[in-house]
């Protein structure tokens, strides 16, 4: 009785900043106040009227789709041969996949800043990309991981001994096991890469600006604005969407699971 | 006629050698059973002739062709594997027919052979289903249905039984044995039961520390066993330290001298360990005695009666008997009586205490 | 028969386009911007390559920064611990409830996580502000006579760490609880052992591993948190990442900044090693009594140790 008490009001501390943005995007007056002034979606339809905040939502969205996408491509190669080989090298190799997760953010920003303007920037947005897909190769890799660990390996071994070769025994019978995992790595993936703030701050140019900078900008001269709790609130709504499609093709519980092996 | 002959493996993990010089041949239609505890390198031989495993050393010939180096696909040989190995994600038709399918047959030459495989396992009629709607003794006959469908040249059985409850696994191992026979296919099969490797095998190999330390037919181990470990492995056995006199004579610490079947490869006088199997045991009344017995006079230790039989401890000395007697009410007795045991000589052989490794 | 599924040449051709992609895009950077590290600077000039200590020196002789640092070590710790305490008991919760509580109770947790921290950050300005919601509220209720600034202080910025990191250790926790055998429980309630009792003796120590786990996570991110204490500390209450941040991106000082992320990541690799040590240390003394007094009880908890 008590924990049920505890954790509904550690669910109200986890939701009630989430809840202040979209409660508070509905108010009628020209300042976010709490409880809103009258009930309207005027700052909704605003927010559509600002062509820099919809230029970098639409910006973030192609860039998560983008590097998530490149995360999983990577992460698929890493994950077999992590799983399916026994050697030492591979400790290496997870290493340095999962350390971006555990870097300072400021760090990998810097280093990509300066790293990267060798090559020169231009105003074109792969110092972007680049960055994200390396930020989000941990994620990827560590559902992709749970995913492979989850196939018995005897199936491979059993498709072999029918006659099917390595390549054919990923196709029939290991991807279509670990498709589920491909997804929820590809949608957390594309998570991280929506609200990641401080590694996009360091690599942002005039025409590349991610959503979230361009909030984080914003919020520091006019931090009251309810446009920007109108578009803050569609980012929720985003999250969510994304997080329950991923949350339906994983069982959760298969994230306590990794901690066991 | 030799059919797979495997020469000679050796294999190591690291520093762990599992498989030391391991040679056996089969003929065709023969049916070959590794035995031995876990870790003995049974399921490495295994995993040889499947080509998952490549030996340090060694060569596998099917009919003389040498099998190094081939890839698994390559090998057509079937595996049932100890968890069955079916892909959750494919009906049973399609578990069945992949072997087939990876073979490029032509689709009405896989409808029928995968028809008659399903009906040879008495399964037609579950095509349709996934293999997580079948129960654990229906996906076992789907798993060899599988392995025999792609007509291998070759079976591999991997502890076949061992994830069947104790009814089921009775009567899947007479329902396998009728399809081996019937499919006169040459068969390797590991397992840790030696009731299971009698009942299957024509030939039992029992390995133990990556050795073979005996190959032979299953009455011939059981009662001829070469080695202390093979004689405690395969079925219950009595040991009893003792120096040999002649070939058939044995001198027991604390018990006396007996009799032996005779066995020429023990030395005069050197250590030797005397085994009795404890269903050679009878407890007799000391008139039945006569010189052709070996006879040992203890008391009962302990008594316990197990519907089909009746265990018995007897003691002498330092020395505990295990006796076993079928006829549980021909000899009333207590804990505590003085009774007579005896054995014939020719129930009960020396091996040499150097070998002794159990 | 699970050996050799992939074969020698199978696993280098899967590892090495991958290994290449992450060698140019992430280690060569990463490697640049140590030695960018130690070259020098001039605020005319720009960067001068010549090789020196002068950066770190100059960063060990300020105040300013040091008050900096101290104030990113403590605040992280600070929110490792409230994450630890406010943690435990929705861990034992999430392993507990199954089917769609479990699932809801995973959204709600990751929710914070992958929202961007800058929307999340704008919440509690929303919630905490001079004219927030929890202001009004403590006004409508007289408590307050006066709105009161509850942003732009420290417990702002510990209240949104805590929020946005506890699920990592909640999530850790939960995976070391998951793994302990029900049986076991029983058997101590079985041998006399009250509900308490259990949990003090078998359940804790075994949930030991998971509370490590996920303290290092949160600490290590705290550490390295940049959008939550600048948005919700305000100018006054700086962390490190803004310091490295203005230096590299309003300075142009590409050395110092560097230098100051190098600090900052080897400040805290040094406390987490501290802390592995410290938790060797008292396996080492568990293990001592263990032999004096022959209780299991420290042994098990040094069998944990990863």
Known sequence: MILRAYVLLFVIFLISPILAISIGSLTETSFVVFPPQGISLKWYFAALEQRALLQSLAFSLVLGAISATAATVLALPLGLAIVRFSSRINNAVYLLAMTPAMLPAVFLGLAFLIGYSWVGFGGSSWPLIAAHVVMTVPFALSLILVGLRSVDGSLELAARSLGASQFRTFVLITLPLILWSLAAGWGFAFLISFGALEVSLFLSTSTTVTLPVQIYTTLDWSPLDPTLTAISSGVVIITLAVLVITARTVQMDRFLKRGRS | ?358 | MHKYALSRRGWLLLLIPPLIVLGLLYLLPVFNLIRISFVEYDPQVGIIPNYQLGNYVELLGDGFYFEVLWRTIRLSLLTTLFCALLGYPIAVYLIRSTGWRQTAMFIILLMPLVTSVTVMSYGWLILLGRNGVINLTLAGLGILDTSRQLMYNETAIVVGLVHVLVVFMVISIAASLQSIDQSWIRAARGLGASPATAFRTITFPLSLPGLRTGALLVFVLSMSAYATPTLLGGTRHKFLSYLVYQQAISLYNWPSGAAMAVVLLISTTVLLFISSLYAQIGAMRANLRTSKTGTISGSMNAGSET
């Open chain 2, 1 to 358: 006629m030799e059919y797979l002959h495997v020469a000679g493996l050796e294999h190591s993990y690291g520093s762990q050698r599992v498989l030391e010089n391991v040679s056996f041949s089969i003929r065709a239609g023969e049916r070959l059973c590794l035995l031995g505890p876990s870790g003995c390198g049974k399921t490495t031989t295994l995993q040889v002739l499947a080509g998952f495993v490549k030996p340090d050393r060694g060569q596998v010939t099917i009919k003389g062709e040498p099998l190094d180096g081939m890839p698994p696909e390559k090998r057509n040989i079937g595996i049932m594997f100890q968890n069955y190995a079916l892909f959750p994600h494919m009906s049973v038709f399609d578990n069945v027919a992949f072997g087939l399918r990876m073979r490029g047959l032509e689709k009405k030459e896989i409808t029928t052979r995968v028809g008659d495989a399903l009906t040879l396992v008495r399964l037609p009629h579950t095509a349709s289903k996934r293999p997580a709607q079948l129960s654990g003794g229906e996906q076992q006959r789907i798993a060899f249905a599988r392995a025999i469908v792609i007509r291998p040249r070759l079976l591999l059985l991997d502890e076949p039984f061992s994830n069947l409850d104790a009814r089921l696994r009775l009567e899947m191992r007479t329902e396998l044995l009728d399809l081996l026979r019937e499919l006169d296919v040459a068969t390797v099969m590991v397992t840790h039961d030696q009731e299971e490797a009698m009942a299957i095998a024509d030939r039992i190999a029992v390995m133990y520390k990556g050795r073979i330390e005996q190959i032979d037919i299953p009455n011939e181990v059981y009662s001829n066993p070469s080695s202390l470990f093979v004689a405690r492995f395969v079925g219950e056995t009595n040991v009893f330290d003792g120096r040999a006199m002649g070939h058939d004579k044995v001198m027991v610490d604390g018990l006396g001298e007996f009799s032996v079947r005779k066995n020429q490869s023990i030395a005069n006088n050197s250590k030797v360990k005397l085994l009795v199997r404890p269903e050679h045991i009878e407890l007799a009344e000391k008139a039945d005695m006569n010189g052709q017995w070996n006879t040992v006079e203890g008391t009962v230790e302990r008594l316990l009666f197990l519907g089909h039989r009746t265990e018995w401890v007897v003691r002498k000395g330092e020395a505990r008997f295990l006796v076993w007697q079928s006829q549980p009410h021909s000899l009333m007795r207590k804990v505590g009586d003085t009774v007579t045991l005896r054995w014939r000589p020719s129930d009960c052989f020396l091996v040499a205490s150097e070998h002794v490794n159990a």
